[in-house]
């Protein structure tokens, strides 16, 4: 079968679009984490193998170990020095400021009685918003209530999981021709509009602007997300960023804090899996990279939240877990928990 040019130029592109730094990093780490065994064996050895046993063992381990971890910086070196002058050589600055920067804000709300009210002036009292709209998403107390006498328009969605609520806030915010922009945001005060400012400077740049909570300047003291969780979410963040290599620079992977065009917005909803719960924010991610939707950062500040947390900060070890979820994610594909 006779390949043309156009074609083969396809099947390089792909080839070269293929996160080798990615794999290359999962494989060297996989050979590390076996020479760490083999080094513990060794100690094990030591107290409980006098006669010398374990010997044999110990040593091919070690010594075979060091296979994947040069594979793995093979890897990582080509890709590095080799395919991303290749692939950055396509991405070009981005500059398309909108004519019209009116907001459509929607906020996400689960038992959010105490602040739900303060977030929906908050937002009002910003020249650009037009209307916030809430999604309750069956919340116990009033809620909803608290939202409409606040002004908001308030819609109930009855699937449980953070993943639901996005979606539908989303495709809600979608629906109004007056505005060209969706910020998506939580109802619990840890944001703010007026970093609504920042995120208009950056939106010419980019379809996405992503509001990343790395930045130790602008945290509040005793904010829900703790040390392990703060350099957590940066590691997560790096991982996205390495599968999407020249794509962008990563640092936060779980912000609820986001302005988006809705004319990509439209384009990306039928590619998302509104199944996915805590980690929904990172599989928005990186679905939108892998369908060459540009995201750029924002740094936003973060204070205290109104209430008790109810998401993936609840604690270090259920962040853990959601994180670890979102690992698999990024490296193995999104898969419904």
């Keep these: 079968m006779k390949i043309n040019n156009n074609t083969l130029n396809i099947y ?12 290359g990093l ?19 050895r030591i107290f409980f193998d ?33 395919f991303l002058p290749k692939k950055r050589n396509k991405n070009g600055i981005k500059w398309a400021p909108l004519k019209n920067n009116s907001l459509t804000v929607v906020l996400t ?26 999604i309750d998403n069956n919340s116990t107390d ?23 609520c996005v979606w539908r806030a989303l495709k809600e915010g979608c629906k109004f021709d007056d505005t060209d922009l969706i910020l998506l945001c939580e109802g619990d005060m840890t944001f703010r509009s007026y970093d609504i400012d920042k995120f208009l400077a950056y939106l010419p740049h980019a379809e996405i602007v992503n509001g990343t909570r790395i930045c130790e300047q602008l945290r509040a003291k005793n904010t829900q997300l703790t040390t392990f969780m703060y350099y957590g979410n940066f590691f997560v963040g790096k991982l996205l960023e390495i599968k999407h ?26 590619l998302l899996n509104k199944n996915i719960n805590l980690e929904f924010n990172a599989h928005f991610l990186d679905t939108a990279l892998t369908n060459g939707i540009k995201i750029v950062e924002c740094p936003i500040t973060f204070h205290n939240r109104i209430g008790a947390s109810k998401g993936g900060n609840i604690n270090n070890y259920r962040a853990m877990k959601v994180g670890s979820n979102m690992i698999l994610g990024i490296l193995f594909g999104w898969r419904e928990k």
């Design 12 to 23: 390089l592109d792909k080839f070269y679009r293929f996160p080798f730094c990615l794999y």
């Design 26 to 44: 999962l494989i060297s780490s996989l050979g590390l984490l076996l020479y760490i065994f083999g080094v513990l064996l060794g100690f094990f």
């Design 50 to 82: 006098p006669s010398g046993h374990l010997l044999w063992v110990i040593d091919r381990t070690i010594w075979y170990s060091g296979s994947p971890v040069v594979l793995g910086l093979i890897l990582i070196i080509v890709d590095l020095f080799l």
């Design 109 to 134: 709300a689960y038992n959010d009685e105490s602040s739900i009210a303060l977030a929906v002036k908050d937002f009002y009292n910003h020249p650009n918003v037009n209307r916030v709209i809430v």
């Design 142 to 164: 009033n809620t909803s209530k608290v939202a409409l006498e606040a002004g908001a328009l308030v819609f109930k969605e009855y699937e449980q999981g953070y993943g639901h």
């Design 245 to 270: 290599l020249s794509k962008g620079t990563f640092t936060d992977v779980g912000t609820t804090y986001k302005l988006c065009r809705k004319s990509t917005l439209t384009h990306l909803l039928p």
